[in-house]
């Protein structure tokens, strides 16, 4: 069977490149690149834009199916070149989340009309700005790496005002990284027979290696906001209050000061 057509018959396809399906058989992305047949480059765009930029996407498995596409290529079943299929999976990954932003950005805040919202909460907002704010680019770049994360980061990033200057610049830098670098990382990959036959083990270890970077991140926060709550009380004078005044002291608000960037604030207008 020539490699044209095992593109478009899953059992004959798993038989010339073994990948083992990771959750449900239908999101195999042998099954998905199979279903596409000879469309497989616009379908791989189509899932990377409807995961990066729906919410409703968010169950799609991006990393593995950039991997396996780039496999593919490297076997000839996916007939561009790897210097065809990069490019064209970094501007599908960059073009779903300029959609994903301008949704939050122009309808996102209507989610947060209703507390009972199941996708949103108002908190998410001011708790992404805050993020933005402390992190910057690496938070839009590092989250590209973690499932369902990007796809909800573009549309709370649009929810929170992050400037779109910002945001373009360093989302051109996560797509090209994580669309193109996954994808070519899958084509000199596969060419291993080892790393061909174990591609299962290799896509967990990519996705916990994706997970650890936000997890320390994650927990760095938490100790310092615990190191602070902790070092507060031990910071006012004995029988008086924290955050008081003392004797010919202004006396502190104690209302929390605003991001350092005005445009991330929820309430800041859209231009």
Request: aromatic fraction near 10%.
């Amino acid at each position: 069977m020539t490699t044209a057509a095992a593109l478009t018959d899953p059992g004959a396809l798993a038989t010339l490149v073994p990948i083992p399906a990771i959750g449900p058989a239908w999101l195999d992305p042998q099954r998905l690149l199979a279903a596409f047949g000879s469309y497989a480059l616009i379908g791989i765009v189509a899932v990377i834009i409807a995961e990066t930029g729906l919410l409703v996407g968010f169950f799609l498995p991006g990393d593995s199916l950039l991997f396996t596409a780039g496999l593919l290529t490297s076997q000839g079943i996916i007939h561009q070149s790897i210097w065809v299929v990069a490019p064209v999976t970094a501007i599908g990954a960059f073009a779903g989340d300029q959609l994903g932003y301008w949704i939050g950005r122009r309808t996102g805040p209507r989610l947060f009309d209703r507390p009972d919202s199941r996708l949103f909460r108002s908190s998410f907002v001011t708790k992404t700005a805050e993020f933005f704010d402390e992190y910057g680019a690496r938070a839009i770049i590092l989250g590209r790496f973690v499932p369902i994360v990007r796809t909800f980061l573009p549309v709370t990033a649009g929810i929170s005002r992050m400037p779109y200057r910002r945001f373009v610049s360093t989302d051109a830098i996560g797509a090209l990284i994580w669309g193109s670098g996954v994808t070519v990382a899958g084509y000199f990959l596969g060419q291993i027979a080892f790393i061909r036959t174990n591609v299962e083990v290799l896509l967990i270890v990519m996705v916990l290696v994706s997970v650890t970077p936000p997890a320390i991140e994650l927990l760095r926060h938490r100790r310092r906001a615990r190191s602070l709550a902790d070092a507060a009380p031990e910071r006012a004078e004995p029988g008086r209050p924290a955050g008081s005044a003392a004797p010919g002291e202004p006396a502190e608000s104690g209302t929390p000061r605003e991001p350092a960037e005005a445009a991330y604030s929820p309430s800041s207008s859209a231009p």
